[in-house]
């Protein structure tokens, strides 16, 4: 983790982090135009996908210390839509941003093996160790237990990655099984200690472990919470803006170093262009006002 | 699930899915030979796994109703293994097959969106809907709660899919989380109730619904009381064979009507020549001596 915390102080404590969840309906008409139409539509969907993000990525990498694409995005355009989706991590990472890849994968222990490797591992061909996409960090969900998230840690150990296990998630139903009571202790409190044991033995210089926790913004009591409990788990806070979430909320999930967390934001950097007088050519200015905005927001609430 | 329950009646009522979950270690060493060493190493193993596949296939496809791709195994070789995944399931439907994949998905509402977009939906692509990958089923992960899951259903629902929601999964430490007690009742209970009710609106001419449940064979008293709990829920079931599940195990998730369930079997068939007098070159043969064997082990044991 401490790479990624090293980048946050670099870019003067920036607690930022790049959603980069493209839609076509968030590129502007311009990009599209020059792209779509081609013979294989999922072809030319994914170069209009990457030219939005290269842009985006150029506008933010000397200010922002990290970018998450959510795999989804790239999955729904199929095998081209996966090509632009590692484009776009070798190109964050050749600028020097830290890279998240949103995948919360999960599943019982080999399969779990085969995941790790895709992400944060190395894939054995013929005796040679390969990596298949080579992100920094991802995020794993914990439903299967222990078994299934010990072949993330271990990768995470021997290849200095992150790791971020869904504890307590951002969206309205949530609480459906994370917040349900069993002996006076709520499911992501158990998911919480469970992370938290999981990552004793790989605090790093800055205090926080290789292996953090997704805790959304829009639940600020539970973040509360949940930083007094994990003093060595860094978060990944999703919610923040279009969600709901607000500064002061998300402010909860820091230290008194302003550290110990990392807060996406997707549409509303992705999307800035569409709000004030920008013209859509101005996109990736857009994006950068509104991830400078975001940055002098969460730290003035941040003591 | 109409259509994977007539295909399962049409195959003698085989309850068999073959898990296409294929490392390098599994495939013979004449296939690998063929293709390894090429430059590119991802593209070698992805043609030695769908040689392999493609082999099983062809020695599956008329006794056994579906095959189920475990995503792992292919995201853990890249872009080629991808595209692998992709020629695998096309082929297989060709051959008349269902297919299940397993990717266990699971994500807030708008990226559970696409997610089944990708995976049982459609992509629109500047107008046009166009599929990016084409399974007749997927499983996912229920840890988010029902917003996650709504998108999938709806997807099913639509498009004539079906979705498997994870409900008690076969692996050690599946009950972490799951086996947990809240009010008296489990969450595996919880999540099965949710599944449900999920399923209620699409039950089918033969009693199920396009929602169903993976319920592992490792635990055979909660397959028995889900199957009395989830009478309009089909089960796929993990765990038979390698991971110690029995047939008298499995046949506790069957109906009267010897239906109610998919058994998958991925070690056990695809690697059925590594056991006893055959030659490598009849990995095809052998798998589908254990694929009658396993249906007869299975059918045997259901009432």
Not at 12 to 41: R, S
Not at 88 to 116: C, F, P
Not at 223 to 248: D, I
């Amino acid at each position: 983790m401490d790479k990624l915390i090293e980048a946050i102080i670099a870019k003067d404590y920036n607690p930022t982090v790049a959603g980069l969840d493209p839609k076509l309906d968030y590129v502007p008409e311009f990009i599209l135009k020059k792209h779509l139409g081609a013979d294989d539509p999922f072809a030319g969907a994914a170069e209009a996908l990457f030219e939005f993000n290269k842009t985006l990525i150029d506008c933010l990498y000397d200010i922002v210390p990290a970018v998450k694409p959510q795999s989804a995005y790239y999955e729904m355009y199929g095998i081209e839509g996966l090509k632009c989706l590692k484009r776009t991590m070798d190109y964050a990472q050749s600028k020097g941003m830290y890279v998240i890849l949103d995948v919360k994968r999960g599943d019982i222990g080999a399969t779990a093996e085969a995941y790790s490797r895709a992400y944060i591992g190395k894939t054995d061909i013929g005796g040679k160790a390969v990596r298949a996409f080579g992100p920094d960090g991802i995020t794993v969900n914990p439903y299967l237990g222990t078994d299934g998230l010990k072949p993330f840690v271990k990768d995470a150990e021997e290849n200095d990655k992150t790791v971020f296990v869904l504890v307590k998630t951002s969206n309205p139903s949530s609480g459906e099984l994370q917040d349900l009571v069993v002996d006076g202790e709520r499911i992501y409190e158990k998911t919480a200690a469970l992370v938290r044991g999981l990552g004793e033995t790989s605090v790093g210089a800055h205090g926080y472990s290789n292996i953090g926790a997704v805790v959304g913004a829009t639940y600020p009591e539970q973040l509360k919470e949940l930083r007094e409990k994990m003093p060595n788990t860094f978060f990944l806070v999703p919610g923040y803006g279009a969600q709901g979430g607000r500064a002061e909320d998300v402010a909860l999930a820091f230290d008194k170093n302003r550290l110990g967390a990392i807060v996406n934001s997707s549409r509303g950097i992705m999307c800035a262009y569409k709000k004030g007088d920008w013209r859509p050519e101005q996109f990736g200015e857009a994006a950068r006002a509104e991830a400078v905005r975001m940055r002098d927001d969460i730290l003035s609430h941040v003591k």
